[in-house]
Each structure stands twice: as structure tokens, then as C-alpha cells.
């Protein structure tokens, strides 16, 4: 019937235009998508690299200037041999300073002298009286291998820059050492360097509310890609990675290279969008095909009533 054949017609056209158009609009939000994530993710790479920066670096750098500049260990490697004893109680109650902290990044700091030789030592709200030197160490103990690399790059630097070494893993979780030569009072040169022993837990509990689209997104690897923190979503997801982004962690004068920050979307969230993207589709398809029955029934209508009328004409004749 002439309604079936513009009807067939129409449907045609119209599946080809809804199709050519479904593309079109599936690359825009497909392309869309990924502009919303690459600023959201360059966003939440700022926000974490300011962060560290005001938890870590901030707090890092001034408290080595403190100790620098402080009366309390100017008095201490000024001290007589026979002072040095009584005057190591106010080294020791600077560094406690830094240590005894409930939610601290400093697990432990210490003076080392210029022959390598530990002169104070806190940790946490202790002060510890048993000295190790440079050859003296356990070598299978990461955390005094990676204090004296740290004691000897300090030795050999100029005066006042400050350096880090890591990270490392101590006692089941990643840490690294940082420290500042510390000048002699008496003559020009260098009587030794203090270093910190620092947590990076507040940093890794602070990634852990990094979320897009109620997806955590942020891990943390060494240089080596070796994970740090990864969120348990990401590890266990099997439906690929549909957006990433990544930014270096640095840290020291000389801004050295230290994590390897990464921010990732499983595919799977973009699925759940591109379902809903689907569903619009659908429904507009859905009311194009009843809009084409309609005109399609109009035309043929228009079309078919004369030739019915001219027909019954005929066989009156």
C-alpha cells in the first residue's frame, strides 16, 4: 500500500539520519567526558602537589632553618668537651620539638657529627641514648643505609641546602629521610647534619579522599612504579582504565624527584555514563519512529484519497 511503501521509505531515512546523528552525539560526550576529567584530574594533581608542599616541604624546610638558626644548638657545638653532656639536653629538647607530635610526619631526628658519629637522637617523645656511627650500622638495616647515602651527599654539598633520600620501606610502610648540613659556630665549616625520619601516612590518608565521580582515583608509586598506595577499586577492577593523568612529587633544594603520583578512572564509570548516554538515544529514536508513523499516515492519506475517488469514479462509469 502507498502507506506501507512511505512508510518504509521515511523509517529508512530516518534510522539513517538518527544513526549518522547517535554517532555524532556519542563522540561530543565521549570527547566531553574526557575534557571534564582532564580538568578535574589537573585540579586534584595541584590540590595534592599543594598539600605536600604545605604538610611536607613547608613544614620541612622551616624546621631545619629553626634548628639552624637556633641558640639552643649553637650552645650545644659550642660546649667544652666536659660541656657537652650537660648543654646535649638542649639539642635534645629542640628535636623533641619536632618528634613529639601526636599526628607528626617526623618519625624520629637526629644530629650526626661531621665524622659520622650520632650525638642526639629523639623519637617521638624519647630521647635515644644508643649511638650508632657510620661503621658501626647494621647493613641490612634500610633506614641507617639510607640516613648515611643522606650524610654523606649533606658532607658534601654546600652549606644549606637541603637534601632527601627515598623513599624506602621501614617497618612495613614507605618513608623517607631528608636533612641540612649544620654549620660549626666556632670556625667556618660544617659540624655535622641533623636529619628527619618522616612519615608519608598523612599524606597517603589525605589521596584517599581524592574522589571523581565516587571513584577514588589517586596511588602513589616510587620512581620505579613500584605501588605505594592504590586504591582497592583500582586493583581489583578488571574493566580496563578510561582516563589517567599522573605528576611527580618532589622534594629539596634541588627538587628532587621522590613519588610518582597517579590519578586513573576505570572504564567501567564511563560505562555507567554511556549507558544513560544509550538511554537518550533510545527514547529519541523512540519518538522519531512514532513521529514518522504519523507522517507517514498523513502523506498516504493525501496521496491515496483521490486515487480512491477517482477509482469509484471509474467503476461508476
Known amino acids: 500500500t502507498i502507506f506501507q511503501q512511505i512508510l518504509i521509505l521515511s523509517m529508512g531515512m530516518g534510522l539513517i539520519i538518527v544513526s549518522i546523528m547517535a554517532g555524532g ?9 574526557k575534557e571534564e576529567l582532564k580538568s578535574r584530574f589537573a585540579n586534584s594533581l595541584k590540590e595534592a602537589d599543594d ?15 629553626l634548628i639552624e638558626k637556633s641558640d639552643s644548638f649553637r650552645i650545644y657545638l659550642s660546649s667544652q668537651k666536659e660541656e657537652k653532656l650537660i648543654n646535649q639536653s638542649l639539642a635534645e629538647r629542640l628535636l623533641l620539638y619536632f618528634t613529639d607530635r601526636p599526628q607528626g610526619i617526623y618519625l ?30 647494621p647493613q ?40 641540612m648540613a649544620k654549620s660549626d659556630p666556632e670556625v667556618e665549616g660544617i659540624a655535622g647534619v641533623v ?43 578488571d574493566s580496563g582504565i578510561f582516563y589517567t593523568d599522573s605528576d611527580i612529587v618532589r622534594l ?44 507517514a499516515f498523513f502523506f498516504s492519506r493525501r496521496f491515496s484519497k483521490p486515487l480512491e475517488d477517482l477509482n469509484v469514479l471509474v467503476r461508476r462509469i
Do not use: W
Open 140 to 179: 641490612d638495616n634500610k633506614l641507617y643505609s639510607a640516613i648515611y647515602i643522606l650524610f654523606k651527599r649533606l658532607m658534601s654539598e654546600k652549606q644549606g641546602k637541603i637534601l632527601v633520600e627515598g623513599p624506602f620501606k621501614y617497618e612495613g610502610k614507605y618513608t623517607f629521610v631528608v636533612g
Open 252 to 295: 629539596g633544594s634541588d627538587n628532587k624527584e621522590l613519588f610518582k603520583l597517579v590519578l586513573r578512572l576505570p572504564s567501567r564509570v564511563f560505562r555507567t555514563g554511556l549507558i544513560d548516554i544509550i538511554k537518550e538515544i533510545l527514547f529519541f529514536i523512540f519518538i522519531l519512529l512514532i513521529f514518522l508513523i504519523l507522517i
Open 108 to 137: 624520629s631526628a637526629r644530629f650526626i657529627d661531621e665524622r659520622g658519629v650520632e650525638r642526639v637522637v629523639t623519637e617521638g617523645k624519647k630521647r635515644i641514648k644508643e649511638y650508632v656511627s657510620q661503621g658501626t650500622f
Open 25 to 33: 552525539y556519542f563522540l561530543h560526550e565521549q570527547m566531553q567526558y
Open 51 to 65: 598539600y605536600f608542599r604545605a604538610k611536607y616541604t613547608s613544614q620541612i624546610f622551616n624546621g631545619l632553618n
Open 195 to 237: 636529619i628527619f625520619h618522616c612519615d608519608i601516612t598523612d599524606f597517603l590518608e589525605h589521596l584517599k579522599t581524592n574522589i571523581v565521580y565516587d571513584e577514588p582515583v589517586a596511588s602513589l608509586f616510587t620512581l620505579d612504579d613500584k605501588p605505594i598506595y592504590e586504591p582497592a577499586a583500582l586493583i581489583q577492577g
